[in-house]
Structure formats: structure tokens, C-alpha cells
């Protein structure tokens, strides 16, 4: 499974960004997809995980109400909507993938990982 990540880019504080992750060489609708994010200096964090199906989602508290995950598995895409966009915020995002029909919110469950977008809130 290969992923490719767009959507990233320069945005003010209190911005909008809508990612996309397009997935290619597997089932999409077989995979558990997630966001995940990696500051300068930090460790790679959680933002939002969607399942298989797209019925259960899951934010971390940081972006809880600002984030929005969503899939269209016709388009094998994977998106994340960010509203109310903070300095705290900017990374590098990337999407991640794994073969389960279930919800996955760990980083070391997941399989495929895209090379990611940068995201940078200018306060």
C-alpha cells in the first residue's frame, strides 16, 4: 500500500486545512487509516484514526472539536479537516494504514506510512 499525502501549506491562526491521503495498491475499504503528526524536536503524535467502515472515529484531546477525519472509500482517500488552527499545531502530518477491519489508534499497529505535509500556523 502506497499513501500520498497533499494539502498542507502556510495558514494563519484560526485558519482552515483539509488534508488528503490518497492510498493505491491494496483494498482501501479493508484499512484502518490514521493521522499522525511530528514537531520539530517532539516525538511523533496521534491526531485522528477512522476504521474500515468509517463509523468509529478517534481525536486525540488536542485536536478534540477543531479536527475532523473522513474517508471516501470510492476515492481511496483518507481526509483530515482542521479548523481553529493553532501555532501548537504545526508539523509535519502524515497518514498511516494497516490491513484491519477495526478501529487502530496505535502508532506501532500501523503498516504503511506516507511520506507526509507539511503544515505551518503563523501566529
Known amino acids: 500500500v502506497e499513501l500520498v499525502e497533499s494539502g498542507g501549506g502556510l495558514v494563519q491562526t484560526g485558519g482552515s486545512l483539509r488534508l488528503s491521503c490518497v492510498a493505491s495498491g491494496g483494498t482501501f475499504s479493508d484499512l484502518a487509516m490514521g493521522w499522525f503528526r511530528q514537531a520539530p524536536g517532539k516525538e511523533r503524535e496521534s491526531v485522528a484514526h477512522?476504521?474500515?467502515?468509517?463509523?468509529?472515529?478517534y481525536y486525540a484531546d488536542s485536536v478534540k472539536g477543531r479536527f475532523t477525519i473522513s474517508r471516501d472509500n470510492a476515492k481511496n482517500t483518507v481526509y483530515l479537516q482542521m479548523n481553529s488552527l493553532k501555532p501548537e499545531d504545526t508539523a509535519v502530518y502524515s497518514c498511516?494504514?494497516?490491513?484491519?477491519?477495526?478501529?487502530?489508534?496505535?502508532?506501532?499497529?500501523?503498516?504503511?506510512w506516507g511520506q507526509g505535509t507539511q503544515v505551518t500556523v503563523s501566529s
Open positions: 477512522i476504521s474500515w467502515s468509517g463509523g468509529t472515529t
Open positions: 498511516a494504514a494497516v490491513d484491519l477491519r477495526a478501529l487502530v489508534t496505535l502508532e506501532e499497529e500501523y503498516d504503511y
